[in-house]
């Protein structure tokens, strides 16, 4: 769990890092600094969504009255190569007709692949913005985009969890989870979540007899998260931070064996979330074509997720004691492993 955790700091960091890269471009207007932010941060919040909910279920048998389990779980969804780059046309950024600046890639070309917070620009990738002073003529303004993650969380986008269960008796099993507040110079971090599960076998009279078990579940989490980008911040101002909000729904059918020692289980689920970050605090923007303009709260981006997923896992029980591996087929791939502790 603890190796988790950074990890998962770890992410978190870059991607602090790389937001502080996203205010420079204020320089080329609110619109572009936004529209590119879109792209740029959309793929890194779309895999966490998928991320987050892995490892909600180990089983489709639900706890008997009074039965509990206390889990240690780690997620992990996978990054592919197309959701490492964007295409970034170049005439996207000067459709403005009131915009009094060009924007050009550095080589000239009209629209290139460039990193999103899941990738890397090796090399650097460069825009110049021209505009004309009213006593210096034409100048140029050079910005580099920023790069993403790239290699550093080996193509994994991780979260971890302590999860408890409890069997509230009828087939009913009412789930909790949560992330330890992380809160260090840079970010601060909550993630929570709860969840409802329904075996309807245990509503059928054969329900001894049957090798299987049959669950409905409904889970929801929540991440808030917030990065300070006052201190490494580009531009000047004041209570410059990057603000993420990610709520996510779970709608999953599980099926599983009910054998003694080592179990089965499956299932189909649709996730449904949103995730939205918010430029926040005050921006002083000094040079360039918004000479000396202070900027508060410049912009919002939002994310939507909405996906089918097919899961298949495996249980291993030994008395209290119970280790399960599961993998996610979805738009992000996801894996997850608990550790678990209960009593049925």
């Given at each position: 769990?603890k190796?988790?955790?950074?990890?998962?700091?770890?992410?978190l960091?870059?991607?602090?890092?790389?937001?502080?890269?996203?205010?420079?471009l204020l320089t080329?207007?609110?619109?572009?600094?936004?529209?590119?932010?879109?792209?740029?941060?959309?793929?890194?919040?779309?895999g966490?969504?998928?991320?987050?909910n892995?490892?909600?279920?180990?089983?489709?048998?639900?706890?008997?009255?009074?039965?509990?389990?206390?889990?240690?779980?780690?997620?992990?969804?996978?990054i592919?190569?197309?959701?490492?780059s964007?295409?970034?046309?170049?005439?996207?950024?000067?459709?403005?007709?009131?915009?009094?600046?060009?924007?050009?890639?550095?080589?000239?070309?009209?629209d290139?692949?460039v990193a999103?917070?899941?990738?890397?620009?090796?090399?650097?990738?460069d825009?110049?913005?021209?505009?004309?002073?009213a006593?210096?003529?034409?100048?140029?303004?050079?910005?580099?985009?920023?790069?993403?993650?790239?290699?550093?969380?080996?193509?994994?986008?991780?979260?971890?969890?302590?999860?408890?269960?409890?069997?509230?008796?009828?087939?009913?099993?009412?789930?909790?989870?949560?992330?330890?507040?992380?809160?260090?110079?840079?970010?601060?971090?909550?993630?929570?979540?709860?969840?409802i599960?329904?075996?309807?076998?245990?509503?059928?009279?054969?329900?001894?007899?049957l090798?299987?078990?049959?669950?409905?579940?409904?889970?929801?989490?929540r991440?808030?998260?917030?990065?300070?980008?006052?201190?490494?911040?580009g531009?000047?101002?004041?209570?410059?931070?990057l603000?993420s909000?990610?709520?996510?729904?779970l709608?999953?059918?599980?099926?599983?064996?009910k054998?003694?020692?080592?179990?089965?289980y499956?299932?189909?689920?649709?996730?449904?979330?949103?995730?939205?970050?918010?430029?926040l605090?005050?921006?002083?923007?000094?040079?360039?074509?918004?000479?000396?303009?202070?900027?508060?709260?410049?912009f919002?981006?939002?994310s939507?997720?909405s996906a089918?997923?097919?899961?298949i896992?495996?249980?291993?029980?030994?008395?209290?004691?119970?280790?399960?591996?599961?993998?996610?087929?979805?738009?992000f791939?996801?894996?997850?492993?608990?550790?678990?502790?209960?009593?049925?």
């Amino acid at each position: 769990m603890k190796k988790l955790t950074t990890l998962f700091i770890l992410f978190l960091s870059i991607l602090n890092i790389n937001a502080q890269d996203i205010d420079a471009l204020l320089t080329a207007g609110v619109e572009n600094a936004e529209r590119f932010a879109d792209d740029y941060l959309r793929p890194g919040t779309d895999g966490l969504m998928h991320s987050m909910n892995a490892g909600w279920f180990n089983t489709a048998d639900a706890k008997p009255l009074g039965g509990f389990e206390i889990s240690i779980i780690a997620n992990a969804a996978s990054i592919n190569n197309e959701q490492k780059s964007f295409l970034m046309t170049i005439a996207d950024y000067n459709s403005d007709p009131n915009q009094d600046f060009e924007i050009s890639f550095a080589d000239n070309a009209t629209d290139k692949q460039v990193a999103t917070v899941l990738g890397e620009n090796d090399p650097n990738v460069d825009i110049i913005i021209t505009f004309e002073d009213a006593i210096l003529g034409e100048q140029t303004e050079t910005i580099t985009l920023p790069s993403g993650i790239g290699e550093d969380t080996a193509n994994l986008l991780p979260t971890a969890f302590l999860q408890g269960a409890l069997g509230l008796g009828k087939g009913i099993e009412l789930k909790a989870r949560f992330v330890p507040k992380i809160d260090t110079d840079d970010v601060d971090l909550s993630m929570y979540g709860a969840g409802i599960q329904f075996d309807v076998t245990k509503w059928l009279p054969a329900d001894k007899l049957l090798p299987i078990a049959i669950s409905g579940l409904v889970a929801y989490t929540r991440l808030d998260a917030s990065y300070d980008l006052t201190e490494t911040s580009g531009i000047s101002g004041s209570n410059q931070r990057l603000e993420s909000d990610t709520n996510t729904w779970l709608l999953q059918a599980i099926v599983s064996t009910k054998l003694p020692i080592i179990n089965f289980y499956g299932g189909i689920g649709y996730i449904k979330g949103t995730s939205e970050s918010d430029l926040l605090g005050e921006y002083t923007v000094s040079n360039g074509p918004l000479f000396s303009q202070t900027i508060t709260d410049p912009f919002s981006v939002s994310s939507e997720v909405s996906a089918v997923r097919g899961t298949i896992g495996t249980k291993l029980k030994l008395g209290f004691f119970r280790l399960n591996a599961e993998y996610h087929v979805s738009d992000f791939n996801a894996f997850s492993v608990g550790v678990n502790f209960g009593f049925r």
